[in-house]
Protein backbone atom coordinates (compact mmCIF):
# COMPACT_ATOMS: atom_id res chain seq x y z
CA UNK A 1 0.00 0.00 0.00
CA UNK A 2 1.19 3.44 -1.30
CA UNK A 3 1.80 6.46 1.17
CA UNK A 4 -1.08 8.03 -0.64
CA UNK A 5 -3.62 4.98 -0.24
CA UNK A 6 -2.78 5.20 3.51
CA UNK A 7 -3.37 8.86 3.46
CA UNK A 8 -6.90 8.02 1.95
CA UNK A 9 -7.81 5.56 4.09
CA UNK A 10 -6.76 7.60 7.69
CA UNK A 11 -10.02 9.76 6.59
CA UNK A 12 -11.61 6.89 5.96
CA UNK A 13 -14.45 5.55 8.59
CA UNK A 14 -13.38 3.53 10.90
CA UNK A 15 -14.64 0.13 8.51
CA UNK A 16 -16.49 1.02 5.63
CA UNK A 17 -19.18 -1.61 7.14
CA UNK A 18 -21.70 -0.74 4.72
CA UNK A 19 -18.88 -1.92 1.49
CA UNK A 20 -18.19 -4.81 3.91
CA UNK A 21 -21.47 -6.14 4.43
CA UNK A 22 -22.31 -5.76 0.95
CA UNK A 23 -19.11 -7.85 -0.61
CA UNK A 24 -19.44 -10.46 2.50
CA UNK A 25 -23.51 -11.13 1.74
CA UNK A 26 -22.42 -11.29 -1.74
CA UNK A 27 -19.96 -14.07 -1.29
CA UNK A 28 -22.34 -15.83 1.33
CA UNK A 29 -22.52 -19.28 0.69
CA UNK A 30 -19.41 -19.46 -2.52
CA UNK A 31 -16.43 -21.09 -1.97
CA UNK A 32 -12.75 -19.36 -1.83
CA UNK A 33 -11.23 -19.93 -5.17
CA UNK A 34 -7.85 -21.09 -5.51
CA UNK A 35 -6.06 -18.33 -6.13
CA UNK A 36 -7.20 -16.48 -3.18
CA UNK A 37 -5.91 -19.83 -1.35
CA UNK A 38 -2.18 -19.06 -2.89
CA UNK A 39 -2.53 -15.62 -2.58
CA UNK A 40 -2.62 -16.31 1.14
CA UNK A 41 0.23 -19.37 1.01
CA UNK A 42 2.27 -16.41 -0.63
CA UNK A 43 1.24 -13.93 2.35
CA UNK A 44 2.12 -16.22 5.11
CA UNK A 45 5.25 -17.41 3.81
CA UNK A 46 6.50 -13.89 3.23
CA UNK A 47 5.43 -13.57 7.37
CA UNK A 48 6.32 -17.08 8.53
CA UNK A 49 10.61 -16.66 7.31
CA UNK A 50 11.22 -13.75 9.22
CA UNK A 51 9.50 -14.66 12.15
CA UNK A 52 11.47 -18.16 12.49
CA UNK A 53 14.85 -16.12 11.50
CA UNK A 54 14.10 -13.73 13.78
CA UNK A 55 12.66 -15.78 16.72
CA UNK A 56 15.79 -18.15 15.97
CA UNK A 57 18.46 -15.22 16.04
CA UNK A 58 16.61 -14.09 19.78
CA UNK A 59 17.00 -17.67 20.71
CA UNK A 60 20.73 -18.06 19.74
CA UNK A 61 21.52 -15.35 22.57
CA UNK A 62 21.11 -17.79 25.41
CA UNK A 63 22.62 -20.98 23.70
CA UNK A 64 25.94 -18.45 23.27
CA UNK A 65 25.66 -17.36 26.78
CA UNK A 66 25.71 -21.05 28.13
CA UNK A 67 28.57 -22.31 25.78
CA UNK A 68 31.08 -19.96 26.76
CA UNK A 69 29.16 -20.50 30.89
CA UNK A 70 29.57 -24.07 30.37
CA UNK A 71 34.01 -23.58 29.40
CA UNK A 72 34.20 -22.12 33.27
CA UNK A 73 33.14 -25.38 35.14
CA UNK A 74 30.20 -26.92 36.34
CA UNK A 75 29.16 -24.63 39.03
CA UNK A 76 28.91 -21.27 36.33
CA UNK A 77 27.07 -23.87 34.14
CA UNK A 78 24.66 -24.92 36.82
CA UNK A 79 23.84 -21.17 38.32
CA UNK A 80 23.56 -19.49 35.12
CA UNK A 81 21.28 -22.65 33.96
CA UNK A 82 19.32 -22.25 36.94
CA UNK A 83 19.17 -18.57 36.91
CA UNK A 84 18.04 -18.34 33.05
CA UNK A 85 15.30 -21.14 33.61
CA UNK A 86 14.19 -19.00 36.56
CA UNK A 87 14.56 -15.64 34.83
CA UNK A 88 12.31 -17.45 31.84
CA UNK A 89 9.58 -18.39 34.28
CA UNK A 90 9.22 -15.32 36.93
CA UNK A 91 9.79 -12.61 34.15
CA UNK A 92 10.63 -13.37 30.38
CA UNK A 93 7.39 -15.72 30.20
CA UNK A 94 5.17 -12.85 31.43
CA UNK A 95 6.22 -10.21 29.40
CA UNK A 96 6.07 -12.64 26.37
CA UNK A 97 2.52 -13.18 27.49
CA UNK A 98 1.15 -9.31 28.43
CA UNK A 99 2.98 -8.12 25.42
CA UNK A 100 1.26 -10.79 23.09
CA UNK A 101 -2.41 -9.05 23.65
CA UNK A 102 -0.98 -6.25 20.95
CA UNK A 103 -1.88 -9.29 18.75
CA UNK A 104 -5.19 -8.92 19.16
CA UNK A 105 -5.29 -4.73 19.41
CA UNK A 106 -2.81 -3.90 16.85
CA UNK A 107 -3.80 -6.28 14.33
CA UNK A 108 -7.64 -5.89 14.16
CA UNK A 109 -6.83 -1.85 14.28
CA UNK A 110 -4.20 -2.30 11.30
CA UNK A 111 -7.26 -4.50 9.53
CA UNK A 112 -9.59 -1.48 10.25
CA UNK A 113 -7.51 0.46 8.47
CA UNK A 114 -7.01 3.06 12.01
CA UNK A 115 -2.74 2.93 11.68
CA UNK A 116 -2.72 5.84 14.06
CA UNK A 117 -4.08 3.51 16.89
CA UNK A 118 -1.33 1.10 16.73
CA UNK A 119 1.26 3.64 18.43
CA UNK A 120 -0.75 4.14 21.14
CA UNK A 121 -1.77 0.33 21.58
CA UNK A 122 2.03 -0.22 21.41
CA UNK A 123 2.71 2.77 24.18
CA UNK A 124 0.25 1.64 26.51
CA UNK A 125 1.57 -1.79 26.45
CA UNK A 126 4.96 -0.21 27.23
CA UNK A 127 4.05 1.37 30.09
CA UNK A 128 1.94 -1.19 31.31
CA UNK A 129 5.02 -3.97 30.76
CA UNK A 130 7.73 -1.63 32.56
CA UNK A 131 5.87 -1.08 35.37
CA UNK A 132 5.18 -4.66 35.69
CA UNK A 133 8.97 -5.27 35.67
CA UNK A 134 9.74 -3.18 38.43
CA UNK A 135 8.21 -5.86 40.95
CA UNK A 136 9.92 -8.88 38.97
CA UNK A 137 13.08 -6.56 39.31
CA UNK A 138 12.97 -7.08 42.96
CA UNK A 139 11.82 -10.91 42.63
CA UNK A 140 15.04 -11.14 40.43
CA UNK A 141 17.47 -9.60 43.07
CA UNK A 142 16.35 -12.21 45.42
CA UNK A 143 16.47 -15.44 43.23
CA UNK A 144 19.63 -16.22 45.48
CA UNK A 145 16.97 -16.40 48.50
CA UNK A 146 14.22 -17.55 46.51
CA UNK A 147 16.29 -20.65 45.33
CA UNK A 148 17.99 -21.72 48.61
CA UNK A 149 14.50 -21.11 50.09
CA UNK A 150 13.02 -23.62 47.84
CA UNK A 151 15.26 -26.57 48.51
CA UNK A 152 17.99 -25.95 45.99
CA UNK A 153 21.74 -26.38 46.45
CA UNK A 154 23.26 -23.44 48.46
CA UNK A 155 26.19 -22.98 46.51
CA UNK A 156 24.23 -23.49 42.77
CA UNK A 157 21.28 -20.82 44.48
CA UNK A 158 23.89 -18.37 45.64
CA UNK A 159 25.44 -18.28 42.06
CA UNK A 160 22.15 -18.25 40.17
CA UNK A 161 21.51 -15.44 42.30
CA UNK A 162 24.60 -13.35 41.43
CA UNK A 163 23.91 -14.00 37.61
CA UNK A 164 19.87 -12.82 37.65
CA UNK A 165 20.91 -10.30 39.54
CA UNK A 166 23.14 -8.97 36.67
CA UNK A 167 20.24 -9.77 34.11
CA UNK A 168 17.88 -7.30 35.73
CA UNK A 169 18.40 -4.71 33.16
CA UNK A 170 17.39 -7.27 30.14
CA UNK A 171 13.94 -7.47 31.44
CA UNK A 172 13.28 -3.68 30.63
CA UNK A 173 14.91 -4.20 27.50
CA UNK A 174 13.04 -7.34 27.06
CA UNK A 175 9.80 -5.44 27.42
CA UNK A 176 10.11 -2.52 25.13
CA UNK A 177 11.51 -5.26 22.58
CA UNK A 178 8.28 -7.18 22.48
CA UNK A 179 6.44 -4.10 22.42
CA UNK A 180 8.02 -3.24 19.22
CA UNK A 181 8.05 -6.29 17.43
CA UNK A 182 4.50 -6.71 18.01
CA UNK A 183 3.93 -3.43 16.60
CA UNK A 184 5.63 -4.04 13.45
CA UNK A 185 4.90 -7.85 13.26
CA UNK A 186 0.94 -7.14 12.91
CA UNK A 187 1.63 -4.66 10.09
CA UNK A 188 3.65 -8.12 8.23
CA UNK A 189 6.70 -5.58 8.40
CA UNK A 190 8.91 -8.21 9.55
CA UNK A 191 12.43 -7.92 8.13
CA UNK A 192 13.77 -5.40 10.28
CA UNK A 193 13.38 -7.83 13.20
CA UNK A 194 16.02 -10.30 11.37
CA UNK A 195 18.29 -6.99 10.83
CA UNK A 196 18.39 -6.02 14.34
CA UNK A 197 18.14 -9.36 15.61
CA UNK A 198 20.81 -10.65 13.74
CA UNK A 199 22.57 -7.54 14.43
CA UNK A 200 22.32 -7.68 18.25
CA UNK A 201 23.35 -11.38 18.23
CA UNK A 202 26.57 -10.82 15.67
CA UNK A 203 27.66 -8.48 18.16
CA UNK A 204 26.76 -10.73 21.18
CA UNK A 205 28.88 -13.67 19.87
CA UNK A 206 32.13 -11.04 20.62
CA UNK A 207 30.97 -8.79 23.55
CA UNK A 208 30.28 -12.06 25.70
CA UNK A 209 33.33 -13.69 24.88
CA UNK A 210 35.37 -10.72 26.09
CA UNK A 211 33.18 -10.27 29.10
CA UNK A 212 33.35 -13.79 29.88
CA UNK A 213 36.93 -14.62 29.28
CA UNK A 214 38.46 -11.36 29.10
CA UNK A 215 37.21 -9.42 32.39
CA UNK A 216 37.32 -10.67 36.05
CA UNK A 217 32.86 -11.03 35.71
CA UNK A 218 33.44 -14.48 34.54
CA UNK A 219 30.49 -16.49 34.34
CA UNK A 220 28.24 -12.97 35.34
CA UNK A 221 29.86 -11.29 31.91
CA UNK A 222 27.19 -13.94 30.09
CA UNK A 223 24.49 -12.07 31.83
CA UNK A 224 26.26 -8.17 31.08
CA UNK A 225 26.44 -9.51 27.67
CA UNK A 226 22.95 -11.06 27.44
CA UNK A 227 21.46 -7.21 28.74
CA UNK A 228 23.40 -5.59 26.34
CA UNK A 229 21.94 -7.95 23.33
CA UNK A 230 18.66 -6.95 24.08
CA UNK A 231 19.21 -3.36 24.97
CA UNK A 232 20.89 -3.83 21.22
CA UNK A 233 17.98 -4.95 19.38
CA UNK A 234 15.49 -2.94 21.36
CA UNK A 235 16.74 0.55 20.53
CA UNK A 236 17.24 -0.64 17.16
CA UNK A 237 13.90 -1.16 16.71
CA UNK A 238 12.65 1.50 18.67
CA UNK A 239 14.69 4.03 16.17
CA UNK A 240 13.56 1.97 13.25
CA UNK A 241 9.94 2.71 14.26
CA UNK A 242 10.51 6.50 14.55
CA UNK A 243 12.81 7.20 11.63
CA UNK A 244 11.70 4.80 8.77
CA UNK A 245 9.17 5.96 6.05
CA UNK A 246 7.43 2.60 6.61
CA UNK A 247 5.76 3.35 10.39
CA UNK A 248 5.10 7.05 9.45
CA UNK A 249 1.43 6.30 9.25
CA UNK A 250 1.08 3.77 12.76
CA UNK A 251 4.00 5.43 14.67
CA UNK A 252 2.43 9.67 14.74
CA UNK A 253 4.62 10.17 18.25
CA UNK A 254 4.44 9.97 21.95
CA UNK A 255 0.87 10.38 23.41
CA UNK A 256 -1.07 11.26 26.89
CA UNK A 257 -3.83 9.02 25.12
CA UNK A 258 -1.68 6.13 25.66
CA UNK A 259 -2.95 6.18 29.79
CA UNK A 260 -6.05 6.05 29.20
CA UNK A 261 -7.32 2.52 28.40
CA UNK A 262 -5.44 0.76 30.25
CA UNK A 263 -7.63 -1.48 31.78
CA UNK A 264 -8.74 -2.66 28.49
CA UNK A 265 -5.58 -3.15 27.90
CA UNK A 266 -5.30 -5.51 31.40
CA UNK A 267 -8.31 -7.05 30.82
CA UNK A 268 -6.56 -8.84 27.41
CA UNK A 269 -3.23 -8.68 28.83
CA UNK A 270 -3.36 -10.79 31.90
CA UNK A 271 -4.97 -13.96 30.10
CA UNK A 272 -2.39 -13.54 27.71
CA UNK A 273 0.06 -13.85 29.98
CA UNK A 274 -1.41 -16.87 31.79
CA UNK A 275 -2.28 -18.22 28.88
CA UNK A 276 0.94 -18.41 27.63
CA UNK A 277 3.21 -18.65 31.20
CA UNK A 278 1.02 -21.80 31.90
CA UNK A 279 2.52 -23.68 29.23
CA UNK A 280 6.20 -22.17 29.94
CA UNK A 281 6.60 -23.30 33.34
CA UNK A 282 4.81 -26.73 32.59
CA UNK A 283 8.41 -27.12 30.30
CA UNK A 284 10.54 -25.84 33.17
CA UNK A 285 8.73 -27.95 35.98
CA UNK A 286 9.84 -30.79 33.77
CA UNK A 287 13.57 -29.66 34.69
CA UNK A 288 12.89 -30.23 38.32
CA UNK A 289 10.82 -33.06 38.56
CA UNK A 290 13.94 -34.30 36.48
CA UNK A 291 16.34 -33.86 39.02
CA UNK A 292 13.97 -36.30 41.60
CA UNK A 293 14.22 -38.93 39.64
CA UNK A 294 16.73 -41.88 40.11
CA UNK A 295 20.04 -41.00 38.35
CA UNK A 296 19.97 -37.85 38.17
CA UNK A 297 22.23 -36.84 36.37
CA UNK A 298 21.44 -39.41 33.54
CA UNK A 299 17.82 -37.90 33.43
CA UNK A 300 18.86 -34.32 34.00
CA UNK A 301 21.37 -34.00 30.91
CA UNK A 302 18.80 -36.20 28.52
CA UNK A 303 15.84 -34.07 29.35
CA UNK A 304 18.30 -30.88 28.53
CA UNK A 305 19.05 -32.67 25.08
CA UNK A 306 15.29 -33.45 24.61
CA UNK A 307 13.95 -29.67 25.72
CA UNK A 308 16.78 -28.03 23.44
CA UNK A 309 15.73 -29.98 20.39
CA UNK A 310 12.40 -29.53 21.13
CA UNK A 311 12.98 -25.67 21.50
CA UNK A 312 15.07 -25.26 18.44
CA UNK A 313 12.71 -27.43 16.38
CA UNK A 314 9.72 -25.21 17.95
CA UNK A 315 11.11 -21.96 15.96
CA UNK A 316 9.37 -22.85 13.18
CA UNK A 317 5.45 -23.48 14.69
CA UNK A 318 6.30 -20.40 16.40
CA UNK A 319 6.64 -18.47 13.38
CA UNK A 320 3.72 -20.26 11.80
CA UNK A 321 1.93 -19.20 15.27
CA UNK A 322 2.64 -15.71 14.69
CA UNK A 323 1.99 -15.67 10.76
CA UNK A 324 -1.68 -17.14 12.05
CA UNK A 325 -2.12 -14.03 14.34
CA UNK A 326 -1.14 -11.63 12.08
CA UNK A 327 -3.42 -12.71 9.29
CA UNK A 328 -6.64 -13.53 11.89
CA UNK A 329 -6.62 -10.29 13.35
CA UNK A 330 -6.16 -7.87 10.11
CA UNK A 331 -8.71 -9.63 8.20
CA UNK A 332 -11.00 -9.30 11.58
CA UNK A 333 -9.89 -5.91 11.86
CA UNK A 334 -11.01 -5.37 8.19
CA UNK A 335 -14.62 -6.89 8.62
CA UNK A 336 -13.49 -10.41 6.37
CA UNK A 337 -14.78 -13.51 8.22
CA UNK A 338 -14.01 -15.73 4.93
CA UNK A 339 -10.83 -14.74 4.66
CA UNK A 340 -10.27 -14.89 8.62
CA UNK A 341 -10.88 -18.40 8.54
CA UNK A 342 -9.38 -19.05 5.18
CA UNK A 343 -5.77 -17.78 7.00
CA UNK A 344 -6.28 -20.38 9.89
CA UNK A 345 -7.09 -23.32 6.90
CA UNK A 346 -3.88 -22.34 5.17
CA UNK A 347 -1.35 -22.39 7.79
CA UNK A 348 -2.73 -25.26 10.02
CA UNK A 349 -1.82 -27.14 6.39
CA UNK A 350 1.92 -25.69 6.18
CA UNK A 351 2.08 -26.52 10.04
CA UNK A 352 0.89 -30.55 9.36
CA UNK A 353 3.20 -30.89 6.85
CA UNK A 354 5.88 -29.27 8.67
CA UNK A 355 5.42 -31.46 11.48
CA UNK A 356 5.07 -34.42 9.52
CA UNK A 357 8.92 -33.98 8.16
CA UNK A 358 10.19 -33.04 10.88
CA UNK A 359 8.50 -35.86 12.83
CA UNK A 360 10.35 -38.04 9.89
CA UNK A 361 13.62 -36.60 10.65
CA UNK A 362 13.60 -37.21 13.91
CA UNK A 363 12.36 -40.70 14.17
CA UNK A 364 15.36 -41.84 11.30
CA UNK A 365 18.20 -39.60 12.98
CA UNK A 366 17.35 -40.40 17.12
CA UNK A 367 20.03 -42.74 17.50
CA UNK A 368 22.61 -40.36 16.03
CA UNK A 369 21.35 -37.12 17.75
CA UNK A 370 22.63 -37.53 21.13
CA UNK A 371 26.10 -37.43 19.68
CA UNK A 372 25.93 -33.30 18.66
CA UNK A 373 26.13 -33.27 22.56
CA UNK A 374 28.03 -35.80 23.97
CA UNK A 375 29.99 -38.60 23.20
CA UNK A 376 28.82 -41.10 26.39
CA UNK A 377 26.78 -43.79 24.97
CA UNK A 378 24.37 -44.56 27.59
CA UNK A 379 23.15 -40.91 27.41
CA UNK A 380 23.10 -40.63 23.03
CA UNK A 381 20.98 -44.39 23.47
CA UNK A 382 18.33 -42.89 26.15
CA UNK A 383 18.55 -39.52 24.11
CA UNK A 384 17.34 -41.73 20.78
CA UNK A 385 14.54 -43.40 23.09
CA UNK A 386 12.60 -39.93 24.11
CA UNK A 387 13.18 -38.19 20.93
CA UNK A 388 10.65 -40.22 19.71
CA UNK A 389 8.44 -38.92 22.38
CA UNK A 390 9.85 -35.47 21.58
CA UNK A 391 8.56 -35.83 17.68
CA UNK A 392 5.16 -36.56 18.79
CA UNK A 393 5.32 -33.53 20.94
CA UNK A 394 6.22 -31.63 18.27
CA UNK A 395 3.90 -32.32 15.99
CA UNK A 396 1.20 -31.56 18.08
CA UNK A 397 3.48 -28.08 19.60
CA UNK A 398 3.05 -26.95 16.08
CA UNK A 399 -0.77 -27.62 16.21
CA UNK A 400 -1.30 -25.74 19.33
CA UNK A 401 0.69 -23.19 18.83
CA UNK A 402 -1.25 -21.78 15.11
CA UNK A 403 -4.24 -22.37 17.09
CA UNK A 404 -3.00 -20.36 19.90
CA UNK A 405 -2.22 -17.71 17.35
CA UNK A 406 -5.94 -17.73 16.25
CA UNK A 407 -6.80 -17.50 19.81
CA UNK A 408 -4.51 -14.36 20.04
CA UNK A 409 -5.70 -12.66 17.08
CA UNK A 410 -9.44 -12.90 17.44
CA UNK A 411 -9.25 -12.10 21.48
CA UNK A 412 -10.16 -15.05 22.78
CA UNK A 413 -7.18 -15.33 25.10
CA UNK A 414 -9.33 -15.98 28.14
CA UNK A 415 -10.56 -19.07 26.95
CA UNK A 416 -6.89 -20.21 25.99
CA UNK A 417 -5.96 -19.54 29.18
CA UNK A 418 -8.30 -22.28 30.86
CA UNK A 419 -7.62 -25.08 27.97
CA UNK A 420 -3.95 -24.69 29.11
CA UNK A 421 -4.90 -24.91 32.90
CA UNK A 422 -6.71 -27.56 31.90
CA UNK A 423 -4.36 -29.66 29.22
CA UNK A 424 -1.26 -29.15 31.70
CA UNK A 425 -1.61 -28.78 34.87
CA UNK A 426 -4.91 -30.72 35.93
CA UNK A 427 -3.92 -33.79 32.88
CA UNK A 428 -0.52 -33.21 31.44
CA UNK A 429 1.88 -32.91 34.65
CA UNK A 430 -0.36 -35.64 36.95
CA UNK A 431 0.50 -37.99 34.32
CA UNK A 432 3.75 -37.19 33.99
CA UNK A 433 4.10 -37.83 37.99
CA UNK A 434 2.14 -41.24 37.62
CA UNK A 435 4.73 -42.56 35.06
CA UNK A 436 7.75 -41.07 36.55
CA UNK A 437 7.67 -41.68 40.35
CA UNK A 438 4.52 -44.44 40.52
CA UNK A 439 5.22 -46.75 37.45
CA UNK A 440 8.87 -45.76 37.15
CA UNK A 441 9.25 -45.28 33.82
CA UNK A 442 11.81 -42.06 34.51
CA UNK A 443 12.40 -39.24 31.67
CA UNK A 444 9.87 -41.26 29.08
CA UNK A 445 7.28 -40.80 31.69
CA UNK A 446 7.79 -37.48 32.20
CA UNK A 447 7.61 -36.46 27.64
CA UNK A 448 4.47 -39.15 27.27
CA UNK A 449 2.36 -36.77 30.18
CA UNK A 450 3.81 -33.83 28.38
CA UNK A 451 2.90 -35.06 25.04
CA UNK A 452 -0.50 -36.21 26.24
CA UNK A 453 -1.11 -32.79 27.37
CA UNK A 454 -0.27 -31.07 24.26
CA UNK A 455 -2.82 -33.77 22.65
CA UNK A 456 -5.49 -32.60 24.79
CA UNK A 457 -4.47 -29.13 24.50
CA UNK A 458 -4.70 -29.04 20.42
CA UNK A 459 -8.00 -31.18 20.63
CA UNK A 460 -9.39 -28.12 22.59
CA UNK A 461 -8.21 -25.61 20.52
CA UNK A 462 -9.29 -27.32 17.77
CA UNK A 463 -12.76 -27.64 18.55
CA UNK A 464 -12.88 -23.90 20.03
CA UNK A 465 -11.65 -22.87 16.37
CA UNK A 466 -13.81 -25.04 14.64
CA UNK A 467 -16.97 -23.75 16.65
CA UNK A 468 -15.92 -20.25 16.21
CA UNK A 469 -18.52 -17.97 14.68
CA UNK A 470 -16.55 -15.29 12.43
CA UNK A 471 -18.86 -13.17 11.51
CA UNK A 472 -19.87 -12.44 15.45
CA UNK A 473 -16.05 -12.60 15.20
CA UNK A 474 -15.73 -9.64 13.21
CA UNK A 475 -18.68 -8.08 15.37
CA UNK A 476 -16.11 -8.48 18.29
CA UNK A 477 -13.80 -6.95 16.54
CA UNK A 478 -15.41 -3.65 15.49
CA UNK A 479 -16.51 -3.16 18.72
CA UNK A 480 -13.22 -3.48 20.12
CA UNK A 481 -11.73 -1.05 17.72
CA UNK A 482 -14.43 1.35 18.38
CA UNK A 483 -14.21 0.93 22.12
CA UNK A 484 -10.01 1.74 21.77
CA UNK A 485 -11.04 4.89 19.23
CA UNK A 486 -13.85 6.49 21.43
CA UNK A 487 -11.43 6.33 24.54
CA UNK A 488 -8.52 8.27 22.75
CA UNK A 489 -11.68 10.86 20.72
CA UNK A 490 -12.40 11.47 24.45
CA UNK A 491 -9.31 12.39 25.65
CA UNK A 492 -8.18 14.38 22.77
Request: proline share 3%.
Amino acid sequence: MNAEEQAGDLESPLIPFADQEHDYQARKGQQLTRDEFFVEVKKQLLLVGPLVSSNFLLFCIQVVSVMYVGHLGELALSGASMATSFASVTGISLMIGMGSALDTFCGQSYGAKQYHMLGIHMQRAMIVLLLVSIPLAVVWANTGFILEFLGQDPEISAAAGEFACYMIPSLFAYAILQCHSRFLQTQTNVVPMIVTTGTATLLHLLICWLLVYKTSLGYKGAAVANCIAYWINALLLFLYVRFSPSCKHTWTGFSKEAFHGILSFLKLSIPSAVMISLEMWCFEMMVLLSGLLPNPKLETSVLSISLNTCALTYMIPLGLGGAASTRVSNELGAGKPQLAHLSVCVTLSMVVTEGIVVVAVMILGRKVWGYCYTSDKEVVEYVGEILLWVAIAHFFDGIQSVLSGVIRGSGQQKIGAYVNLGAYYLIGIPISIILAFVLHIGGKGLWIGITVALFVQAVSLSIIVTCTNWEKEVKKASDRVHKTMAVTDAVS
